[in-house]
């Protein structure tokens, strides 16, 4: 680990990281599970315990400065995320960023870890973050940012065309923007949000939706009922109507990703898909077509 830290252009860091600069231990590097853009590596040692580095590819350019003060704000606020350590320039200008090691992936989800899960959220979409100074959250074109590749998919065009003057987009809270299970880890009774890359100025009725139909979809309408209930008692109140015509879009934007490739799926989770689109309030009667 010290060689792989010491390699880096550090721009920011605590003095954790540099006190992790001055030591001469062995360390264990371990692959984790890789994204699109991100290899994500576990750096161990029994004397320095472990820390998560994560390098996005050359081909992607996140803002890694904001992630980092993100997390120094959010960590700072008791919302339950990873301490930043550091963030800097790896070999041929890749960025990468250092936190903490929190755990591993929540697995099962029962349904009291249902309610701390739903929970965190609560407390993220709680926050004002025009009280936090310095933060600088981006706003982005909803239909821009989470869209993107729409062209040549007429079909989810027209029905997103049709979703959203029944909705009023407020985008004034911190959102995560892929608040799921495999984004959450435990470690004993503590758990911990991870991959803030998509965060940002949002609505968090949308960012609630599209956690809430992840659920039904790769879990069970249980699970996501149970997180529904505890969102409720943590944060506020959806109206069915309401989630319906969020959940709606979180749908058309899953279908796209899934399209393009950007998210594979069994054809048993595709099926499901279908009945799920079928019986919904707001997108049973569009004509989508097959994939």
């Not at 929970?119 to 933060?135: D, R, S, Y």
Request: contains cysteine.
């Amino acid at each position: 680990m010290a060689d792989v830290l010491a390699a880096m252009d550090w721009v920011e860091k605590t003095e954790q990281l540099e006190h992790l600069l001055r030591q001469n231990n062995a360390f264990i590097t371990s692959p984790m599970k890789q994204g699109f853009e991100a290899e994500v590596v576990r750096l161990h040692s029994d004397a320095c315990g472990s820390y998560i580095l994560k390098i996005w590819n050359k081909h992607s350019r996140p803002d890694v400065s904001f992630q980092y003060r993100l997390l120094s704000v959010l960590f700072g606020r008791g919302i339950s995320v990873s301490r930043p350590l550091g963030w800097g320039i790896a070999s041929e200008g890749a960025r990468a960023l250092l936190t903490t090691y929190d755990g591993i992936s929540v697995d099962p989800l029962n349904p009291e870890k249902m309610t701390v899960i739903a929970g965190i959220l609560g407390e993220l979409h709680l926050l004002n973050p025009h009280n936090i100074k310095g933060l600088n959250l981006p706003r982005y074109d909803f239909v821009g940012y989470h869209f993107q590749g729409l062209d040549g998919h007429d079909d989810i065009a027209i029905a997103l065309q049709s979703i959203l003057p029944k909705v009023q987009m407020k985008q004034d809270r911190i959102i995560h923007g892929d608040f799921h299970p495999e984004n959450i880890v435990e470690d004993g009774e503590r758990y911990t949000v991870i991959d803030w890359t998509n965060a940002q100025l949002g609505d968090p009725r949308y960012d609630f939706a599209w956690s809430y139909f992840l659920l039904r979809l790769y879990l069970s309408e249980q699970h996501a009922l149970h997180f529904r209930s505890a969102y409720t008692t943590a944060a506020h109140e959806l109206q069915q109507q309401e989630l319906d015509l969020y959940e709606a879009l979180g749908i058309l934007r899953w279908m796209l990703l899934n399209r393009n490739g950007h998210v594979l799926a069994k054809p048993e989770v595709l099926q499901h898909l279908s009945r799920i689109i079928a019986s919904h309030a707001v997108l049973k009667d569009f004509e989508f077509r097959k994939s």
